[in-house]
């Protein structure tokens, strides 16, 4: 499964999956995978596959072809770098051309290998008179088993060439007695430490941009996460707001038309309908007042969000209108607001003279959510009764919002639900950090149905 579609189906482990991966294309220097590592069982004998050779690069075959035909057209024109150092035949230095040759095809592939096979060959290459291009073809070598190779080939080869051009400088010196014998020392720098170091320097940029791609698909991929939880979590807030706007006016329409058609009364009727066209028409202005919410979302002022927010001042409306909702239902509705105003002493606000507190925006909106859904379940499944509600706060405490309506079959008409409205509140609460309760309580003909729900507030937020 790729990290994008991990995003899409499980966001909360997405992270995890793009460290995973990150890590696996953060190993640099990946070797060749050998094909006899696992035996295999067949009919109770075990039986281990033949290594297979690593296929070499295009361009390392290249390397190889023209560095071989180079050297042979070199030796075809007799130009020897010296004579040589015993009694050899001269055809080892062809044996030491091919070796080598043979070394660049193994460059890329099995850089540790060809490093090995250049150095016999070089050893060889000397003793038998030496070709130009066989020194040239050891340089690129040592340079290829830095950049291909592992990381302990990499540290471990430029401190190898120091030594050998430090032993190789002062040696000579200290025997021969000579100044001249500083050119061998040159020498052996020119062909081991500088191809080493060059090499350092070009895989540590090579390392230092392939981090650089792959920090930037992992900031890529985590902002993708981000954004797709952003609009998960739009979508169910959007949802419950879509939920709780509607539900109420949709199931007062579903019990007052089941009515009228089930009640042979015309007054009833009359009365009935009266219900449905008020709560059609509230349920159209509350709709468009969220289509309206979200079509102005660069509003600058926020003032579209807050006609279409409300608060706690608008729970006596909200029980007027469910008074007349259950009036046909047999369910009386009351309220009962115990905030306080710790702020008595402010003559300018309006609330200073005891009345209610005033509270952070979103926990009077949850607030009012709660009670409006609690409502409407009400509506939908109490029995005849009484549905009381209760607001709580003291300055310095949580907000405290509890529901008690009747449980228990009732006759007539009841609306279906599907229980999205329980999950809408607790997530509401979930995001304020708050406690949420929901339930049945006592026993006989006094068990109810409560829902308790507490609204921890900030003294910041209650500042603003």
């Known amino acids: 499964m790729t990290i994008r579609r991990c995003i899409f189906r499980c966001p909360a482990t997405a992270?995890?999956?793009?460290?995973?991966?990150?890590?696996?294309?953060?190993?640099?220097?990946?070797?060749?995978?050998?094909?006899?590592?696992?035996?295999?069982?067949?009919?109770?004998?075990?039986?281990?596959?033949?290594l297979a050779l690593p296929r070499p690069h295009r361009d390392d075959l290249r390397i190889a072809v023209c560095g071989l035909l180079g050297g042979l057209l070199v030796w075809a024109l007799g130009l020897r770098n010296n004579t040589p150092l015993v009694d050899l035949p001269e055809w080892l230095v062809l044996l030491a051309l091919t070796a080598m040759s043979a070394a660049e095809l193994l460059r890329r592939s099995a850089p540790r290998t060809a490093l090995a096979t250049a150095t016999a060959a070089l050893a060889l290459d000397v003793c038998s008179g030496g070709l130009i291009i066989t020194i040239l073809m050891f340089t690129d070598v040592i340079y290829a088993a830095v950049l291909y190779g592992s990381p302990a080939t990499a540290r471990r080869v430029p401190v190898i060439s120091i030594l050998l051009t430090v032993a190789a400088t002062i040696v000579p010196v200290a025997v021969l007695r000579d100044p001249r014998a500083l050119l061998l020392g040159i020498g052996v720098g020119v062909i081991t430490t500088a191809p080493a170091w060059t090499g350092v320097i070009i895989r540590e940029h090579r390392n230092a941009a392939r981090a650089a791609r792959l920090e930037a698909e992992q900031t890529a991929l985590l902002a993708e996460m981000d954004r797709t939880q952003a609009v998960v979590a739009e979508r169910?807030?959007?949802?419950?707001?879509?939920?709780?706007?509607?539900?109420?006016?949709?199931?007062?329409?579903?019990?007052?038309?089941?009515?009228?058609?089930?009640?042979?009364?015309?007054?009833?009727?009359r009365e009935a309908l009266g219900v449905i066209r008020e709560n059609s028409?509230?349920?159209?202005?509350?709709?468009?007042?969220?289509?309206?919410?979200?079509?102005?979302?660069?509003?600058?002022?926020?003032?579209?969000?807050?006609?279409?927010?409300?608060?706690?001042?608008?729970?006596?409306?909200l029980l007027r209108q469910a008074r007349t909702n259950g009036a046909s239902s047999g369910l009386t509705f009351t309220l009962q607001d115990d905030r306080q105003d710790g702020r008595q002493d402010d003559r300018e606000d309006p609330r200073a003279d005891g009345g209610a507190a005033r509270l952070p925006a979103p926990v009077e909106l949850a607030a009012y959510r709660i009670v409006q859904e609690s409502l409407t379940n009400a509506l939908k499944h109490a029995a005849p009764g009484e549905v009381a509600v209760r607001i709580a706060y003291a300055p310095g405490g949580p907000l405290i919002v509890s529901v008690t309506s009747p449980f228990g079959d009732r006759p007539g008409p009841r609306a279906p639900g599907s229980g999205a409205g329980l999950v809408g509140m607790r997530e509401r609460i979930a995001l304020l950090d708050g406690d949420f309760e929901a339930g049945p309580e006592g026993l006989g003909d006094r068990k109810t149905w409560r829902v308790r729900a507490t609204l921890p507030v900030r003294e910041e937020e209650e500042e603003r």
């Open 281 to 317: 028409v509230q349920g159209l202005a509350e709709m468009r007042r969220l289509i309206g919410l979200l079509r102005d979302a660069k509003d600058p002022g926020a003032t579209a969000e807050a006609q279409a927010t409300p608060t706690l001042d608008g729970l006596d409306a």
């Open 236 to 269: 169910a807030r959007m949802a419950r707001e879509l939920h709780d706007m509607v539900a109420n006016h949709l199931s007062a329409i579903a019990i007052h038309s089941t009515a009228a058609q089930s009640i042979d009364d015309p007054a009833a009727t």
């Open 15 to 50: 992270r995890n999956c793009i460290l995973r991966c990150t890590a696996r294309g953060a190993r640099f220097g990946r070797g060749v995978e050998a094909a006899g590592r696992a035996a295999v069982f067949d009919g109770g004998v075990t039986a281990r596959p033949r």
